[in-house]
């Protein structure tokens, strides 16, 4: 049985894969979808202080690592930088990402994306705190197509993030460290860059270029915006991805 590891986005936890799991299940997957450090329900808020997009990647890496073999490294939003930086440190069969954060160098191509890396310079250039969710972008933005009951549900469950990791996301040109690079050249294993028609958070402007940047096949969802793992559409973009998986890679059964 194929492994499919699941990486969840900034502010959330493994819970973001609760419905688009089942399909990978379905077709014979075993599906992990850890929660990144720091943000297991109850964790304290200060459990993400000084926590690095390294750390998140070194953590996941590992994961890949313990499995019998090889497997799948799906990602969403931030977790599809983790999961590139993690494709580089640890053997996988495939990497999928959705709506995926971009790595160093590769620049936002939206007025939204801007604006946001621009607030989050604004929390002081030293700050290495946790960020509380701005549930209001959360619901204009990134949630904006879900319906108002799911998307007040996922809200309650959003979580504090580590302003580390989102300003060596976000604010990748300030960090002398580099820490979100992924090398040179293409990722050795295939790839695949799904984006969202209408998403603003990562456009599909944004998602392109980083296709291109880590050489993965790339295809637009129409009208879907950034909750690509639960927003209505979500089982189409679960079947682009399983179909991919099918044509692109040998998996075991």
């Known amino acids: 049985m194929t492994t499919i590891v699941m990486v969840h986005g900034a502010f959330c936890g493994g819970w973001a894969f609760e419905h688009f799991r089942a399909p990978f ?3 014979g997957f075993e599906v992990i979808a850890p929660d990144l450090r720091g943000h297991q329900d109850g964790a304290p808020s200060g459990a993400v202080v000084g926590v690095s997009m390294s750390d998140y990647a070194a953590d996941i890496a590992r994961l890949c690592a313990e499995q019998p073999e090889p497997p799948v490294l799906l990602g969403h939003s931030m977790g599809g ?6 494709a580089r440190k640890a053997p996988v069969q495939a990497l999928v990402l959705l709506a995926p954060s971009p790595p160093w160098g ?15 310079q604004m929390i002081g250039p030293f700050s290495s705190g946790a960020l509380s969710p701005d549930r209001g972008l959360m619901r204009a933005y990134s949630l ?10 996922a809200v309650a469950r959003l979580r504090p993030e580590s302003a580390m990791a989102v300003r060596e996301t976000l604010n990748w040109w300030l960090d002398p460290f580099m ?10 294993a295939p790839a695949l860059v799904i ?13 392109r270029s980083i296709a291109d940047r880590i050489g993965a096949d790339f295809k637009i969802m129409p009208g879907m915006s950034h909750w690509l793992v639960g927003e209505p559409g979500w089982d189409r973009v679960a079947d682009a991805a399983l179909r991919w998986l099918a044509d692109e890679v040998s998996l075991a059964a």
Do not use: N, W, Y
């Not at 904006?144 to 549900?153: C, F, I, S």
């Not at 820490?179 to 050795?188: D, F, L, N, R």
């Not at 984006?195 to 998602?207: I, L, M, N, Q, R």
């Open 81 to 86: 930088l983790v999961a590139q930086l993690a």
């Open 25 to 27: 299940e379905a077709a």
């Open 179 to 188: 820490t979100t690079s992924v090398g040179p050249g293409a990722i050795s």
């Open 195 to 207: 984006s969202g028609e209408g998403d603003v958070v990562h456009s599909p402007a944004t998602a």
């Open 106 to 120: 590769v620049v936002g191509s939206s007025f939204e994306e801007a604006a946001t890396a621009f607030g989050v």
């Open 144 to 153: 904006d197509r879900m319906p108002k009951p799911e998307r007040e549900a």
